[in-house]
């Protein structure tokens, strides 16, 4: 599904990390590790093809991602990034703009939607609330819970905050999707740490 | 309705009555006042020293010339005023302002005032310069509003993309908070026309001898071109500019700001 092979990153004239490789097939998840600052957000970034690696290869399905392949390849992908600083009015609004995009072919009603948070212990009243009223840890397990209902062949995660996340990622996981976790190694096939040699 | 050269000195004497008050209550704007008047006094008179002649010459190459010169000014201060890099916003600016003026400028003249010849100066020159002029403090706003909102919200931005949006789909939010910039703008402009800003048009075209519904057709049609133009501008504008705004990455460029996306996201 997803290879990483050989690669190396720096930003800002820095060495990230160099000559790291895994490979992530449907249904598993990766975790990523390593120090504060060490490019966990960075190799993120460079899976989107929104950043550039100094050398090695990306590939989604066999096929190379570069500068030009890389939108394409990113509507097979979801995002949860670490802050969540959106400046979303509401929940409603979050949900609905996340979910019309033109990559996601499917799209989740909000019965179904609420339904699983139901499942999640999520109260359905979140849904019109202000989303200054809803925590961080909350809107990111209403993203996710979109994701479910929005599969993506690849999902991206970073740092994820609680349990629920956790065990939400492995209810995505086994949709098919391939996942990649930085941060917390409480769900996970497989683990890469990330070093500037090896 | 010329001016003699004695109504002409009477009226510039009433600029001792506000020159005295700022003295007699020590305004300390006494000096930029000065500075003001002077520099508004030598631009009208250059500009109206060129326009005599472009006037008298009445050529379309030479009025389409005065326009350029015009766009190319009305660039320098709306990105100036928005506080955007000169050289990086130059082409788009430029480009949204000269279609826009270009396009609704000669619909106006040719379909609307039904002109045979839309670059006749003697219409060509005030309807562009009244477009372009009215449109660049609304357009200035509404580039802050979409480059401030980039700025300060690109978590926005790199969240969607990384989503699988299109750049389209990404920069949607802001685009739509520049748009509503413009159209609000002009609506109060239109809404407080007489109370609070003065038909400029209507007001002149009474002052020439114009009947008073022409002079208010004209005042509407024009308010509603300008809402047009500002519009069309920004649409223009935020297109050219995405060549220039962001790299091959998609990251936005230190155009705007530079931004550690580590940090941001």
């Given amino acids: 599904m997803l ?140 993203i996710l819970s979109v994701f479910y209902f929005c599969p993506k062949p690849i999902v991206l995660v970073d740092e994820p905050m609680t349990m629920e996340e956790c065990q939400l990622l492995r209810k995505i996981s086994q949709q098919g999707s391939a996942l990649i976790v930085t941060g917390q190694d409480n769900v996970c096939d497989k683990r890469l740490i990330l070093k500037t040699e090896i | 309705m010329e001016l003699s050269i004695l ?7 009433l600029l001792v009555v506000p020159l005295f008050i700022m003295y007699r209550y020590r305004l300390k704007i006494l000096p930029k006042a000065l500075m003001g008047i002077t520099k508004m006094i030598v631009y009208l008179c250059v500009t109206g020293f060129f326009l005599k002649y472009v006037f008298e010459w009445n050529n379309t190459f030479i009025n389409l010339l005065w326009m350029i010169l015009l766009v ?28 826009s003026a270009v396009v609704v400028g000669i619909f106006f003249l040719l379909f609307v005032t039904g002109l045979k010849n839309p670059f006749d100066a003697r219409y060509f020159i005030p309807v562009v310069s009244l477009l372009i ?41 802001f685009v739509r908070r520049a748009l509503e910039k413009v159209s609000i703008q002009n609506i109060a402009n ?33 308010m509603i071109a300008t809402f047009c133009v500002s519009m069309i501008s920004v649409v223009i504008t935020l297109w050219v500019a995405r060549h220039y705004s962001f790299d091959e990455y998609g990251q936005i460029k230190d155009a705007v700001q530079h931004i550690d996306v580590n940090q941001s996201l």
């Fill in chain 2, 72 to 99: 190319v000014l009305a660039s320098f201060t709306t990105i100036i005023k928005a506080k955007l890099k000169l050289s990086r916003f130059f082409v788009p600016v430029c480009s949204g302002i000269l279609v």
């Fill in chain 2, 133 to 173: 002029g009215n449109m660049m403090e609304v357009n200035y706003k509404a580039l802050s509003v979409y480059y401030m909102g980039l700025k300060y919200h690109n978590q926005l931005y790199y969240y969607l993309l990384g989503n699988g949006a299109t750049h389209s789909e990404a920069v949607a939010y």
């Fill in chain 2, 7 to 13: 109504g002409l000195c009477l009226g510039l004497l």
């Fill in chain 2, 190 to 222: 239109m809404s407080v026309i007489v109370v609070g800003l003065s038909p400029l048009v209507m007001w002149s075209m009474l002052l020439s001898g114009a009947s008073v519904l022409a002079a208010v057709e004209y005042q509407i049609l024009i």
């Fill in chain 1, 3 to 142: 290879e990483i092979k050989d690669v190396c990153m720096s930003r800002g004239g820095k060495q990230l990390f160099c000559n790291q490789s895994f490979v992530v097939k449907e249904g598993e998840i990766i975790n990523v590790t390593g120090e504060k600052g060490c490019g966990k957000t960075s190799l993120l970034l460079a899976i989107m093809g929104m950043l550039p690696i100094d050398s090695g290869y990306i590939t989604v399905d066999g096929e190379l991602l570069t500068v030009d392949s890389a939108e394409t390849f990113r509507t097979m992908m979801a995002y949860l990034p670490q802050n969540l600083l959106l400046p979303y009015a509401n929940i409603s609004d979050l949900i609905e703009d996340l979910s019309s995009l033109k990559s996601n072919k499917k799209r989740c009603s909000k019965e179904q939607l609420m339904t699983f948070w139901g499942e999640l212990g999520l109260d359905a009243s979140l849904y019109d609330k202000n989303c200054s009223d809803v925590t961080m840890e909350v809107q990111r397990l209403i």
